[in-house]
């Protein structure tokens, strides 16, 4: 099954064994380069060989992406959302096959690989919209004949480094609203899904071509060490969006400020759901936690990891969620019925077992899981069985992000207790409550509640739709992509004060007679 879907893949995505993995307006050259290997996590096959950006070639792509630029910017914001919505039928007719490689490539079930394009297509449909909705506030000046506005404008080339576990759709959410602002991005995407980088490139370029403009959509592929701390300390990229690691976050976000340059941060998320007794349908909530916790094998920035579960629903709500994580299905995501694919790579396992090592000797006691396995069809994948650890707040591996499918379970009694709880952790991208009680989810949802970027009622801490700004708190960096007015981190605010009078008063009052 995997070699044949591999084949079709490659074949009607046009990719090769070996694909360069750098664009400058046309792919950089194969031979003789250094190559990221791309393995399957499905079965740990190799996928295919992508090249490394060579400090040449690196600044060949700021180069000309920033004479592209000079182009794009003048090209009316509508006109712009035009090619967008070329760029998302594009993305519509390969839909199936690039989501396709977003499973093999990363391991994520068929359903949320396709899911995946989808969220890439809804935000090209949401940038089509937006880029007539460029909207500046005007300003009631205080002097006569005068008229104050505000308008956007574009910053020029923006750097973009994603994760492996959005290969296709944090890209889009970056890329495309920048680029009907009117900007130029240049895109370092993660090592561990370089194909997916490639593939989508390929297709989105052909779009620009096919309109005799200038490539808007750059991609450098090769280490972060390299070309994440390039782009950062770069002085021509204006902004810098990163998705990742707090670690790596705080390095890219000091070395873009070090130069005053601006960032948009999304980082670690320890997301929690705290499930009330006052919820009424117990499915749901189960279903929400569920969901939230195992989807993408724990691998979300809005993965579920902490369950604050009220006393007296304690032990019949964790049974009912131990009944589900001992039945769920983990194995190859290709198998349509299969709920839980594999961990990115081996990395990613031995963080897993750290972390209920850790665990367990912090006190934790196992419920559920805990262990890799070995699928029959494909031993060599990254498998591990979704965790249940009981837990309480203070044990210090509750404070970190294990990117992996482990979910602490804390007892609490009341409310501001279960908040105490959840505010207790450093990071703060996404929340949830379970609960049908009108003055819980009030205060859930006051200033004295959630401290995180996204809030939820009765639906998980994961899979936000693009229409809303995403991002977080705390460690998580404080940067919002995707929707609602995001758009604004890509632009520039200008105010303009515009004299249509025959004399120039002063503001505050003040004399100057000359
Ligand atoms: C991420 O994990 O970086 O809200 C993004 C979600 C997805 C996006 C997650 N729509 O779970």
Redesign the pocket.
């Known amino acids: 099954m995997f070699e044949q879907i591999k084949e079709r893949i490659f074949k009607e995505l046009g990719l090769q064994e070996r694909e360069s993995g750098t664009y400058y307006g046309e792919w950089a050259l194969i031979e003789g380069k250094d190559v990221i290997e791309s393995y399957s996590p499905i079965n740990g096959k190799l996928l295919g060989k992508v090249t490394k950006a060579t400090e040449e070639e690196y600044e060949t792509v700021v180069v000309n992406a920033l004479a592209a630029y000079k182009e794009w910017t003048q090209i009316p914001a509508p006109k712009r959302g035009l090619i967008i919505k070329e760029v998302g039928k594009e993305l519509e007719k390969y839909k199936e096959i690039l989501g396709l490689l977003v499973t093999l490539e990363g391991g994520k079930t068929i359903s949320e690989g396709q899911g995946e394009i989808q969220?890439a297509i809804d935000i090209a449909d949401f940038a089509v919209g937006l880029s007539r909705q460029l909207y500046g506030v005007t300003i009631a000046s205080e002097r006569e004949d005068h008229r104050m506005y505000e308008q956007w404008l574009p910053l020029g080339v923006i750097g973009e480094i994603t994760?492996f576990?959005?290969p296709v759709?944090?890209w889009s959410w970056n890329a495309f609203i920048a680029a009907v602002v009117g900007n130029v991005i240049i895109w370092k995407p993660s090592s561990k899904t370089p194909l997916c980088a490639v593939a989508t490139s390929h297709i989105i370029n052909t779009v620009l071509s096919r309109y005799n403009l200038k490539p808007i959509f750059y991609v450098v592929s090769g280490d972060g060490s390299f070309l994440g701390d390039k782009i950062s300390q770069d002085p021509r990229i204006p902004l810098v969006s990163f998705?990742g690691s707090t670690v790596t976050g705080k390095k890219t976000g000091e070395h873009v400020a070090r130069r005053f340059g601006k960032s948009i941060l999304?980082l670690g998320g320890n997301n929690a759901a705290i499930v009330s007794q006052h919820t009424v349908d117990m499915k749901m909530a189960l279903k929400g936690v569920a969901f939230g916790a195992m989807a993408t094998a724990g691998q979300?920035?809005?993965s579920t990891r902490r369950l604050i579960l009220q006393e007296d629903i304690y032990d019949h709500f964790l049974e009912k969620l131990k009944g589900i994580y001992d039945n769920i299905s983990v194995g190859n995501p290709l198998d349509p019925k299969i709920l839980v694919g594999p961990l990115i790579d081996e990395t990613a396992v031995q963080a897993y077992e750290r972390a209920i090592q850790k665990a367990k000797e912090e006190g934790g006691k196992l419920i559920s899981g805990g262990e890799r396995v070995y699928p029959t069809d494909c031993e060599k994948g990254t498998y591990v069985r979704p965790t249940i650890i009981e837990a309480h707040k203070d044990m210090s591996i509750v404070q970190e992000e294990t990117f992996a499918p482990i979910l602490y379970v804390i007892k609490y009694k009341d409310l501001e207790d279960a908040i105490d709880i959840h505010n207790a952790v450093p990071q703060g991208l996404s929340s949830a409550i379970f609960s049908n009680n009108l003055q819980e989810v009030t205060y859930f949802l006051s200033q004295k509640g959630s401290d995180c970027g996204i809030a939820n009622v009765n639906t998980g801490t994961?899979?936000?739709e693009i229409g809303g700004a995403?991002g977080g708190e705390k460690e998580t960096g404080g940067g919002r992509e995707s929707g609602s007015d995001a758009w604004k981190g890509y632009a520039r605010r200008q105010t303009v004060t515009i004299n249509y009078g025959n004399d120039v008063p002063l503001s505050q009052g003040v004399e100057f007679t000359i």
């Open positions: 969220e994760s576990n959005f759709a944090v998705t999304e979300r920035c809005t994961a899979g936000a995403f």
